[in-house]
């Protein structure tokens, strides 16, 4: 009989800093120069804020079910448990479909980053992509342990820049690095710190700046993913999720507030975008006089990059492998090695990316759709985790359960499940800010940027109308701590 069973070998400083990693990202180091643009230094404190709000809470939610049942492939097997089978299905395979697209969008970006030094010219781009692929399958195929040990160096690396950043950028402020006193003459310059000539403008610049923001703390659900891989899950998971609010106000509202003390938001090269010379962090600490800002910061988001893709290539496969336990793929990708590892999932993982990246390197445009597809993935997972909490909950009232089992309880339900629900929404429908405003209706721009919801909705009719399933009532939903289910849980419920 094949072994179906993950090993627990993440120890808590790996799960500590994987969750740290999944805050910090290329949304933080490159495109929030570009929000404080839009919004202005306040408006994109304030996005901020409100998303990193939700996110605590949205953690909280998944912590509360990850440590009273941890698995791998968390969203799926909850969805599918607490709500719907067929939710759990879509969420799942949409949740692979996006991190495996990721993980071809994070290898040709890297080839395009270390393209920055000359040195690395003897090979050609695509090369250098399947290099970084090579070294990303190959951390895969050792234990989790190897995962879990090559992501804490990588968000070590990550947590070090951005404390360099806040240390270095408040001498800067204080005129102690780099010049003279700046103080609060950036902030409030011009029409700052809100941008709009009124409160819905305001209002409207700043939904734009939910959507960077979202996007920038998407990955934190990976600690749910990684509970199945725990030593001690339900001591490491709720460690990790409480210091989730202390790291969102540290890393991402200091070093916010760090560039729009220092930068004022009229400034032409705070742009953020693909340029190394012209994120925000490279221009703070080319401000403070050190002149090798930009190749230190290539090489900082180089390591972002790689562990992005370290990590897409861990969520992917874990997640094909929760999904062939829970009957909602083949069996044959709940099947692991000696040292734990799904192979099997992982090859088709594997596989899949690179048709991926060569679509996008061979087929003009087709890969633009692609991507758009997968784009809302991450806030529709949230929605998931959202729903399965006020689910779960609900049931434990229902069952009349006694509270005291769970070891550790989201704050302040039922508001959490049921703002993030509501805030996920807001930003999922107002995507296309200029639709939403009134402004030109343009069939290519309203595809690419809604795909994502016709394509999760197809997985969710194709499953519920093959196998008939319905929403679970309260009543019955299985709160048992087993981690297999039936046929009849899994799909004719």
């Known amino acids: 009989m094949s072994n179906t069973e993950v090993q627990r070998k993440l120890k808590p400083r790996h799960i500590s800093m994987i969750a740290i990693g999944g805050c910090i990202g290329t949304g933080l180091f490159m495109t929030s120069g570009g929000a404080i643009r839009e919004a202005g230094p306040g408006g994109a404190l304030l996005a901020f804020a409100i998303i990193g709000l939700m996110v605590f809470f949205l953690m909280t939610s998944l912590g509360e079910m990850a440590t009273y049942l941890p698995i791998s492939g968390s969203f799926s097997t909850y969805a599918t448990r607490f709500v719907d089978p067929s939710l759990g299905f879509a969420l799942g395979w949409n949740y692979w479909f996006n991190w495996v697209i990721t993980v071809a969008a994070d290898v040709s970006i890297a080839s395009s980053v270390i393209k920055y030094w000359s040195v690395f010219d003897f090979l050609p781009a695509w090369a250098w992509s399947f290099v970084f692929l090579a070294i990303i399958f190959g951390l ?21 820049t951005v404390i360099l950043f806040i240390g270095i950028g408040l001498l800067t402020i204080f005129g102690i690095l780099g010049g003279e006193f700046i103080g609060f003459s950036n902030f409030t310059a011009g029409d700052a710190p809100f941008l709009g000539q009124n409160l819905t403008q305001s209002f409207l610049t700043i939904l734009g700046v939910f959507l960077v923001a979202g996007f920038s703390f998407q990955g934190t659900e990976l600690v749910g993913i ?73 090489a900082v988001i180089l390591t972002s990059i790689l562990s992005a893709g370290n990590s897409g290539m861990y969520a992917s496969t874990r997640m094909l492998y929760a999904m062939g336990k829970d009957g909602l793929a083949s069996k044959k990708f709940s099947e692991v090695n000696r040292q734990g590892v799904p192979i099997p999932s992982l090859l088709a993982t594997f596989i899949v990316v690179i048709i991926i990246f060569l679509v996008e390197r061979l087929a003009n445009g087709a890969y633009e ?124 419920v």
């Open 369 to 492: 759709y692609i991507v758009a597809a997968s784009g809302m993935t991450g806030f529709i997972a949230w929605l998931g985790i959202a729903i399965s909490h006020y689910r779960f909950r609900r049931a434990f009232y229902a069952q009349k359960k006694d509270l005291s089992v769970l070891k550790y309880r989201a704050k302040l339900f039922p508001f959490g499940p049921i703002f993030a629900f509501l805030l996920c929404t807001i930003v999922i429908l107002g995507q296309d800010v200029d639709l939403v405003t009134g402004g030109k209706f343009e069939w290519d721009s309203v595809l690419i940027t809604y795909m994502g919801i016709p394509v999760f909705l197809f997985f969710y009719f194709y499953h519920k109308l093959k196998y008939k399933t319905k929403k679970i009532p309260l009543n019955q939903v299985d709160l048992s701590q087993a981690h297999d289910m039936s046929e009849y849980e899994k799909i004719n």
């Open 226 to 298: 990684t509970a199945g891989e725990s030593e001690e899950p339900e001591k490491t998971i709720p460690k990790a999720i409480n210091q989730v609010f202390w790291r969102i106000l540290i890393f991402y509202i200091l070093a916010i507030l760090v560039i729009g003390l220092i930068i004022p938001y009229t400034n032409p090269n705070l742009m953020g975008g693909d340029d190394i010379a012209k994120s925000p962090f490279t221009l703070v600490f080319e401000n403070a006089g050190l002149a090798f800002a930009a190749s230190f910061m290539n």
């Open 140 to 160: 895969n195929t050792l234990s989790v342990k190897v995962y879990g040990e090559s992501e804490y160096w990588f968000a070590l690396i990550k947590v070090v």
